[in-house]
């Protein structure tokens, strides 16, 4: 790799860094179209289509990553970010068939299978995305994500029974405790104080998790729901 392209690449990254992901994909896009045929380029090509929300171009993007580059060191990352494109795209059952592709290789990837949940969870498969999730935790017990996505689903939008209640409170207090900063955390232990009667405390989660998620959606439709309850 010449100096110059060394320099690009640095650049290119510097601005990812930043946030500055509309420009970073102009100068990957003069990169790639110089000539320069390096899986890096289309790995971060495709980070900067996600983080702007267009998931199609990303898909595309990373199809051709893996086509040109079978050996390149993020093969993983970059099918779980497909997997991650479809489901924004709401092309959910895509989303599960490469899922369930993945799965027959790498049996009991927990990462694979989080992706799974989050797929069923979104296309409405709730009590689906539970069972995967109380999966994880039997092959991991302290896997975060599933504790905090478990907690939440038992909650939201369902009547739990006293058993699952008392799975969801332990779930989201235990996450908490490692991780009481998390604005994901705060959100569902929000979730938690509000499903418990507890309008001001759940009020109070849902603003600590803003200051650290500013312009997190659905932080903001919680918050709002309680205080239009009140």
């Known amino acids: 790799m010449s100096d110059k392209s060394k320099k690009s690449k640095r650049r290119i990254l510097q601005e990812i860094d930043k946030g500055n992901f509309l420009f970073a994909l102009t100068l990957i896009d003069r990169e790639i179209s110089s000539g320069i045929e390096d899986p890096e380029l289309y790995y971060n090509f495709a980070i900067c289509c996600t983080r702007t ?86 092959l991991h017990p302290d896997y975060k994500n599933s504790l905090n996505s478990l907690g939440y689903l038992l909650l939201n939008q369902r009547d739990p029974s006293p058993e699952e209640w008392k799975l969801a409170a332990d779930c989201l207090k235990s996450v908490l405790k490692g991780e009481p900063e998390n604005p994901a955390y705060l959100d569902s232990f929000g979730v938690l104080l509000y499903k418990s009667g507890k309008k001001e405390e759940a009020i109070l989660a849902f603003k600590k998790a803003l200051l650290k998620a500013p312009t997190h959606p659905e932080i903001l439709r919680h918050i709002e729901k309680v205080e239009d309850s009140t």
């Open 53 to 138: 929300n267009n998931h199609k171009k990303c898909i595309s993007i990373l199809e051709e990553l893996l086509e040109k580059f079978p050996r390149f060191g993020e093969r993983e990352n970059s099918i779980l970010m497909i997997v991650y494109a479809l489901i924004q795209n709401k092309e959910y059952t895509k989303a599960l068939e490469k899922c369930e592709e993945r799965l027959k290789i790498q049996v009991d990837d927990l990462k694979i299978l989080s992706m799974k949940a989050f797929a069923l969870e979104k296309s409405g498969r709730i009590e689906d995305a539970i069972d995967i999730h109380k999966r994880i935790l039997k």
